[in-house]
């Protein structure tokens, strides 16, 4: 996977645009079961304050991630947004269950936002907290239906997950819950962590797959980077001067590689040719975390929960990373990927 900047340039221009499918707006077996929600809800984000007045029936999620928060609450949307990948109806293995037989529409970012299709898709609701919106963008939409924007002081794409959260759950009606949500998380990484009490202290790198124009990116601590801290890892500290932009990976040349170094990598390689590309640098053999089998290499599903970063991504993470990770502290990580 590329940065997010150069990726949703290039990378969503590769991927398809949409299902042809009529939209479902059916709610799933989860929200029949789910706690009433109640409104009208007041939501503060970065471009101001949106009421929702009632319960949204038609949402429409401009943003690259937030389906999994919408699906896992109760709702179904009626449209998602392709990041990448190119998972049926842009929804990843781990939110399948929540999205059940439901066909949402496809929208696309590769040309900008399809205002036209959004608009036709007659939402009362556009969720849009991970979306990159500029000012301008978020009025466009917000003339077609109530729309929720960035977290208040965050990034275009990588605000922090709780806050994201958080958002979306209030919009929904659903701020307990949402909060629920956050809190399991934080529970189910913390008892993993005190059944690993070999993960504290140790430092950790999470790195992305592979060379770009001659530089790997790289994430330096609280960017991305809550599925390693939780579980006790320290994030590699020499990465933090580097860090040019609040909200931008830090992007490393094969002649300072040394740099990454740590305790235990971690990198999102999306398939076997990764790894094997990753050792054609010269530089790459000389880690120690390579040279002592403390190197963790993911498969594409699990790297694609690393970047989604959702509360239903974080237990598929806590599940399939967690025993490569104890394998890695203990120097025998195989050098294979890791994860379905």
């Keep these: 996977m590329r940065p997010i900047a150069v990726l949703l340039l290039v990378a969503l221009l590769l991927v398809g645009c949409g299902s042809s499918e009529e939209p479902e707006s059916t709610p799933t077996p989860a929200a029949a079961a789910a706690p009433e929600a109640t409104f009208p809800q007041v939501v503060e984000h970065e471009f101001g304050t949106t009421t929702v007045e009632k319960k949204p029936e ?5 943003g690259l991630t937030e389906q999994d928060i919408v699906l896992q609450l109760g709702y179904t949307p009626v449209a998602t947004t392709e990041w990448y990948g190119e998972q ?6 781990w939110a399948q269950e929540a999205l059940g037989d439901a066909k949402p ?3 696309s970012q590769a040309d900008g936002l399809e205002l036209e299709k959004i608009a036709s898709l007659r939402p009362d609701l556009i969720i849009g907290v991970n979306a990159g919106l500029e000012r301008k963008t978020y009025d ?3 003339r077609i239906a109530p729309t929720i924007g960035t977290p208040k002081g965050g990034t275009q794409y990588f605000s922090p997950w709780d806050k994201q959260v958080a958002l979306v759950a209030q919009a929904l009606g659903k701020p307990d819950e949402g909060a629920k949500l956050i809190q399991g998380v934080k529970e189910r990484y913390a008892a993993a962590a005190a059944e690993h009490p070999e993960f504290k202290g ?3 790198t999470f790195s992305q797959n592979a060379f770009y124009d001659g530089e790997i990116y790289v994430y330096p601590a609280g960017l991305g980077t809550d599925f390693l801290s939780f579980l006790g890892f320290t994030i590699n500290p020499k990465l933090t001067p580097l860090v040019k932009n609040p909200g931008e990976q830090v992007a490393v040349s094969e002649e300072r590689l040394d740099v990454i170094d740590a305790d235990v990598i971690v990198f999102a390689t999306e398939k076997e040719s990764d790894i094997a590309n990753l050792k054609k640098v010269p530089t790459f053999k000389f880690l120690e ?3 002592g089998k403390r190197a963790v290499y993911t498969d594409a599903t699990l790297s694609g929960a690393m970047y989604f970063l959702t509360p239903l ?3 598929y993470i806590l599940d399939k990373l967690t025993p490569a990770l104890a394998d890695a502290v203990a120097g ?3 050098e294979a990927v890791v994860g379905s």
């Design 58 to 62: 038609r949402i429409v999620v401009v």
């Design 289 to 291: 975390a390579v040279r």
């Design 88 to 93: 049926p109806y842009a929804v990843w293995p």
């Design 140 to 142: 466009q939409l917000s």
């Design 105 to 107: 529409t496809v929208l």
């Design 202 to 204: 140790k430092t950790a």
């Design 332 to 334: 025998r990580s195989p």
């Design 313 to 315: 991504a974080f237990d």
